[in-house]
């Protein structure tokens, strides 16, 4: 079933998507909520989404020994890239293959930071969420290591 509008307005779920996306307010509600004028408004809420970002970075560079080494692994590949005599095709392709792995590396580490959170004691469910995570860390460098291999190949042959 479909909320209303009003209806939208009246529940938690509303203050909770404010934060979340650039859901407009109209003035009737700011009167209501006076403390959301600053929190949503578009560019206050851009500059603070990307305080949270850099903080997200700090703190997987802190954190997590994984992600900064595939970060300087990814500083020199994309360092390579650049100085590689290619189409750029071909570069965004060994650029975007590696910057993949350093997103995904982001969220495995945020679902491990939620997992753990949650307890350290051992749980099946805690155990599958982290394998997955570190799954689909293992494929993203396949398919950067593979992009690499190819491209590189058909580049100097
Ligand atoms: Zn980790």
Redesign the pocket.
């Known amino acids: 079933m479909q909320m209303r509008r009003k209806d939208i307005r009246n529940s938690g779920e509303f203050l909770w998507r404010c934060d979340l996306d650039s859901v407009s307010i109209d003035a009737q509600y700011l009167k209501r909520f006076p403390f959301m004028a600053n929190n949503s408004t578009g560019i206050t809420r851009i500059i603070k989404a990307a305080g949270y970002s850099w903080q997200g970075l700090r703190a997987a560079w802190i954190n997590?020994a994984?992600f900064r080494q595939e970060g300087v692994a990814a500083v020199i590949a994309i360092a390579i890239a650049c100085w590689l005599d290619v189409d750029p095709i071909t570069r965004i392709l060994l650029i975007g293959s590696v910057v993949l792995v350093m997103i995904v590396e982001i969220l495995?580490?945020a679902i491990?930071a939620l997992v753990d959170r949650v307890g350290t004691d051992y749980h099946e469910l805690s155990g599958r969420a982290k394998d997955m995570g570190s799954a689909a860390v293992l494929i993203a460098i396949i398919l950067a290591v593979a992009t690499w291999a190819t491209l590189l190949w058909s580049h100097l042959r």
């Open positions: 997590e994984a495995n580490s491990e």
